[in-house]
C-alpha cells in the first residue's frame, strides 16, 4: 500500500528551528518529486517546497532561505528542515507524492502539526 | 492573497449541481498549465479529486467533473449529496514562481 507518514511537529519558540521526517511505504521516494504543503489554522493550502527525481529543489517564497528540502534514499524519508522559524509557520505541514512533470500531488500524508509561539 | 481565485462559498440542496471557479492568470491557467483539483474533507488531509483539468483519479464518482478555458477552470459536482461537503481547492504551477500554487479554496455546503 502507498503510504506517507509524518512526523516531527511540535512546539517551538520564534526562531528556532525544527525538522520534519516523511516516511514512505510502497513506493521510492527517489524516483519520485516529492513536495511540502502547509495549512495555517483556519486557512487555505500553501505549497511549500518540492525535491526531484533529479535532487533540484524550489521553494515558496515565503520559506526560502528559511527552510530545506531532502531525502534520505536509504531510508526512502523525505525531510524538511525549518530554521528561523516565525509565527506565520505555524500550520499542519503534509507531504505529499508530486506527480512528475504534471505538477499535481496524488499521494498526501495525515499531516504534522507546527506551532510556533513563545 | 493566494494566486488562483476561488470563490469563498457555494451551496446547493442535495441532488443539484454546483460549480466552482477557479481564475489564474497568464502565467499559471493562461500558459497552458494543467488545473488540479483537491477535495478536503473536515479534519483530514487533501485528496486528489481531478488532474489534468479533467481526469478522474481511480475512485472518484464521475459525479465529480473538471474543465479548463483560458485562464480560468471549473469544477462541477452533479447529484450533490451530504458527504460531498467540504472544502474544494484548486491547484496549478506559475512559471514566474517556479513553484506550484493552490486557490484560496471554497467551503460547499449541502443545504
Known amino acids: 500500500e502507498v503510504q506517507l507518514v509524518e512526523s516531527g511537529g511540535g512546539l517551538v519558540q520564534p526562531g528556532g528551528s525544527l525538522r520534519l521526517s516523511c516516511a514512505a511505504s510502497?513506493?521510492?521516494?527517489?524516483?519520485?518529486?516529492m513536495s511540502w504543503v502547509r495549512q495555517a489554522p483556519g486557512k487555505g493550502l500553501e505549497w511549500v517546497s518540492v525535491?526531484?527525481?533529479?535532487?533540484?529543489?524550489y521553494y515558496a517564497d515565503s520559506v526560502k532561505g528559511r527552510f530545506t528540502i531532502s531525502r534520505d534514499n536509504s531510508k526512502n524519508t523525505l525531510y524538511l528542515q525549518m530554521n528561523s522559524l516565525r509565527a506565520e509557520d505555524t500550520a499542519v505541514y503534509y507531504c505529499a507524492r508530486d506527480k512528475r512533470h504534471y505538477y499535481y500531488m496524488d499521494v498526501w500524508g495525515k499531516g504534522t502539526t507546527v506551532t510556533v509561539s513563545s | 492573497q493566494s494566486v488562483l481565485t476561488q470563490p469563498p462559498s457555494v451551496s446547493g440542496a442535495p441532488g443539484q449541481r454546483v460549480t466552482i471557479s477557479c481564475t489564474g492568470s497568464?502565467?499559471?491557467?493562461?500558459?497552458?498549465?494543467?488545473v488540479h483539483w483537491y477535495q478536503q474533507l473536515p479534519g483530514t488531509a487533501p485528496k486528489l479529486l481531478i488532474y489534468g483539468n479533467s481526469n478522474r483519479p481511480s475512485g472518484v464518482p464521475d459525479r465529480f467533473s473538471g474543465s479548463k478555458s483560458g485562464t480560468s477552470a471549473s469544477l462541477a459536482i452533479t447529484g450533490l449529496q451530504a458527504e460531498d461537503e467540504a472544502d474544494y481547492y484548486c491547484?496549478?504551477?506559475?512559471?514566474?514562481?517556479?513553484?506550484?500554487?493552490f486557490g484560496g479554496g471554497t467551503k460547499l455546503t449541502v443545504l
Open positions: 497568464s502565467s499559471n491557467i493562461g500558459a497552458g498549465f494543467d
Open positions: 510502497g513506493f521510492t521516494v527517489s524516483s519520485n518529486y
Open positions: 525535491i526531484y527525481s533529479g535532487g533540484s529543489t
Open positions: 491547484q496549478s504551477y506559475d512559471s514566474s514562481l517556479s513553484g506550484r500554487v
